[in-house]
């Protein structure tokens, strides 16, 4: 019986040949924190190692605030400045406000390649999956306990291999399959599975849109999502900077004849764009069962859809149109360079002459921690991950989430637009 490409990654790291369902004391290439997470996994780090402790290995560790950043309140302020000593103290590298979202700076900074097992105090870093690596996100004592050793406790996961084929139709996008899937199995359907994605759609995909589909893994309840690195993932990595030869990777891909504990097959010919009504991720329905619901607020940003790939397709429907009055546009370029690029290409011009709000790059409204928030019975209609009560401010507002093409067509009407119209 042949091997998935998560029991390989497991093999490599623990040392030993492993199958799914095996415990595995592995190591750990690359480690995140962010500036909600990162104040309990420096206390769990003390605990641990004692006040004057180091670290495993400062180079694979790194530090991003996004959350609410700048500061939006002194207790943000005081945590990102313990975070800021730690940083300082332990020659970790920092990214601090300027850079954007961890999870976008993660995979274009090169710090995720094939082959790595990669962990973050964050639930979607089962995003980086999407170049072949094993990540997937820990909570901060876990986070503590890798610190101090480099080193975590698995069981190696099953897998569920989606195989997506099919050329998408017009205005249809990575976002939509991955709600579909989701709304196919459900929010709890892939628990502790790594969701393995295939099929020719996915080998014709660029990489931001890829992203979008195992950024969302965790929504499912997988342990990750995960992409075999191709063609693509070589030009993504040598487009971001990342030098050596391809040899020298770990070059992993799951074998013909792999155990998988299931497998299952879309075809996304006949696709519509997709809709998740409130409050759960799995309430998907297609655009045309939910056109007219009114938006009071649309964002576009995100980990999950906030790359310049996602901005174009926006900016390419808002093009000489205007926000619809009774509507707010906020929108939020994932990262720096995302967002230096979006304005060198005139992206950003096109937002403000139609009436949005361009914010700095940071998680902005998707999860109501920090600025952009909605009241009591307002709508949000947004290109995040999640739609749970409460996620985007006041619990009596309503997220439904969509694709950018989507919810760039939404501005313009001022209620939920099919993006095959516009
Ligand atoms: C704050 C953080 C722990 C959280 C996560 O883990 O996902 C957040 O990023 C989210 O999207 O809900
Ligand atoms: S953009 Fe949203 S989903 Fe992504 S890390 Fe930030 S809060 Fe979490």
């Not at 030098?243 to 074998?255: I, N, Q, V, Y």
Request: charged share 25%; net charge negative.
């Amino acid at each position: 019986m042949g091997k998935t490409i998560t029991e390989k990654i497991f093999s490599m790291a623990s040392g030993k040949d492993v199958k799914s369902g095996e415990y595995v004391f592995a190591k750990i290439d690359r480690a995140m924190i962010h500036d909600i997470t990162g104040p309990l996994a420096v206390k769990a780090f003390r605990e641990i190692a004692g006040e004057n402790g180091k670290v495993w290995d400062s180079s694979k560790i790194i530090m991003a605030f996004d959350h609410q950043a700048p500061a939006d309140s002194v207790v943000a302020a005081e945590n990102q400045k313990m975070l800021r000593i730690f940083a300082g103290e332990q020659n970790i590298l920092n990214y601090d406000i300027k850079e954007g979202i961890a999870h976008q700076i993660m995979v274009e900074k090169g710090h995720v390649l094939p082959g790595m097992l990669v962990v973050g105090a964050d639930s979607h870093t089962c995003m980086y999956g999407a170049l072949g690596a094993f990540s997937t996100g820990i909570g901060s004592t876990d986070m503590g306990a890798v610190f101090a050793l480099g080193k975590l406790w698995f069981k190696v996961p099953e897998t569920i291999r989606f195989e997506v084929n099919g050329t998408l139709p017009h205005r249809v996008y990575s976002k939509d399959i991955v709600l579909k899937i989701i709304g196919m199995i459900g929010a709890d359907g892939a628990n502790y599975k790594a969701a393995e994605f295939a099929g020719t759609t996915i080998e014709k995909m660029e990489m931001s849109q890829r992203f979008t589909i195992t950024n969302m893994a965790i929504e499912m309840g997988a342990k990750t999502g995960i992409i075999e690195p191709d063609a693509e993932t070589e030009r993504y990595l040598r487009n971001i900077g990342v030098e050596g030869k391809l040899e020298d990777w770990e070059w992993l891909r799951s074998d013909e004849d792999s155990d998988y504990f299931r497998r299952i097959e879309l075809d996304v010919s006949d696709l519509e764009p997709q809709v998740a009504l409130p409050h759960s991720v799995d309430n998907v329905k297609p655009v045309s069962e939910v056109e007219g619901i009114k938006a009071d607020q649309v964002f576009i940003g995100s980990c999950t859809n906030g790359r310049y790939g996602d901005l174009k397709i926006a900016a390419e429907i808002l093009e000489g149109e205007q926000v619809a009055s009774g509507t707010r546009l906020i929108v939020i370029p994932a990262s720096r360079s995302i967002y230096m690029k979006a304005l060198r290409e005139g992206l950003i011009d096109t937002f403000v002459d139609a009436g949005a709000v361009v914010e700095f790059p940071s998680c902005g409204p998707c999860m109501g921690g920090s600025f952009g928030l909605i009241a009591g019975g307002e709508t949000s209609i947004s290109t995040s991950n999640r739609n749970f009560i409460g996620r985007q401010g006041s619990p009596e507002g309503r997220v439904y989430l969509v694709s950018p093409a989507t919810a760039a067509a939404t501005a313009i009407y001022g209620q939920i637009t099919d993006p095959r119209k516009v």
